[in-house]
C-alpha cells in the first residue's frame, strides 16, 4: 500500500485553466504538506496542516487553495493557471509537526502550455 | 542571502571513496536538521537527521554538525553507483510552523 498518494502523476493543462491535485495518505500521520520543486530542484513549502488546520501559508499566490476534509487528505486547487506554476508538486506527511520525517508523495509534474 | 546554500555540484567521486556534502545555513537558532536523498524523477527520502553538535552515524553515512559555524555537512563511505542522486539539506527554521526549509541540493556521481 502506497503510504501518501497523489494524483494525477502528471497535469497537462492551458494557461488559464483551473485544476485540482489530489493527496491521501494512510499512515495515520496529524500534519499534511504541500511542497513546489521548480527546474532547478529548488523544493519549497507552500502550505501546512496540522489535523485540518492551517498553520503554515507562505507567499503563495492566492490562486492555489488547499482544503483537507480530513486529516488523511490535503487537496490543492490552482485557478487561472500561469506558465511559471509549472513545476513537480509534493504532498507529504509527517507525525505532529516537528519535522522529524517528512514522507513524500511521488510528485505531481505539471505543465502548463 | 540563501537561507540554506549547498553546491550544486556535480561532485564526482569514484566508487569506493568518500563523498563529502556541505551545507550552511542562516538561521542562527535552528535546531534541527536533515538530509534528503533523491534520485531523478522520484520523491526525497529522508535518510539523516542531525539536532546536536558533532558527529551522528547510521551505517555508511554521518551527519556532522556545527551549530557556531553554522554547518551540517553529510559524509557517505564506501560510496556505490546507487548513491547517485541529489543530496538535499534541510533545516528547521524558528518562525512559526516549524517551516523547513531545503536547499537546492547537491548532485552526487559515484564512478565505476
Known amino acids: 500500500d502506497t503510504a501518501v498518494s497523489q494524483t494525477p502523476k502528471y497535469l497537462v493543462t492551458q494557461m488559464g485553466n483551473d485544476k485540482s491535485i489530489k493527496c491521501e495518505q494512510n499512515?495515520?500521520?496529524?500534519?499534511m504538506y504541500w511542497y513546489k520543486q521548480d527546474s532547478k530542484k529548488f523544493l519549497k513549502i507552500m502550505f501546512s496542516?496540522?489535523?485540518?488546520?492551517?498553520?503554515i501559508n507562505e507567499t503563495v499566490p492566492n490562486r492555489f487553495s488547499p482544503k483537507s476534509p480530513d486529516k488523511a487528505h490535503l487537496n490543492l486547487h490552482i485557478n487561472s493557471l500561469e506558465l511559471g506554476d509549472s513545476a513537480v508538486y509534493f504532498c507529504?506527511?509527517?507525525?505532529?509537526?516537528?519535522?522529524?520525517?517528512?514522507?513524500f508523495g511521488s510528485g505531481t509534474q505539471l505543465s502548463v502550455l | 542571502q540563501k537561507e540554506v546554500e549547498q553546491n550544486s555540484g556535480p561532485l564526482s567521486v569514484p566508487e569506493g571513496a568518500i563523498a563529502s556534502l556541505n551545507c550552511t545555513y542562516s538561521?542562527?537558532?535552528?535546531?534541527?536538521f536533515f538530509w534528503y536523498r533523491q534520485y531523478s524523477g522520484k520523491s526525497p527520502e529522508l535518510i539523516m537527521s542531525?539536532?546536536?553538535?558533532g558527529d551522528k552515524e547510521d551505517g555508511r553515512f554521518t551527519a556532522q554538525l556545527n551549530k557556531a559555524s553554522q554547518y551540517v555537512s553529510l559524509l557517505i563511505r564506501d560510496s556505490q553507483p546507487s548513491d547517485s542522486a541529489t543530496y538535499l539539506c534541510?533545516?528547521?527554521?524558528?518562525?512559526?510552523?516549524?517551516?523547513?526549509?531545503f536547499g537546492t541540493g547537491t548532485q552526487l556521481k559515484v564512478e565505476l
Open positions: 507529504a506527511s509527517s507525525y505532529g509537526t516537528d519535522n522529524e520525517k517528512l514522507f
Open positions: 499512515l495515520g500521520h496529524d500534519t
Open positions: 496542516y496540522n489535523n485540518k488546520e492551517l498553520i
Open positions: 538561521d542562527r537558532g535552528s535546531q534541527s
Open positions: 542531525i539536532y546536536s553538535n
Open positions: 534541510a533545516v528547521e527554521g524558528t518562525g512559526g510552523g516549524n517551516k523547513l526549509t
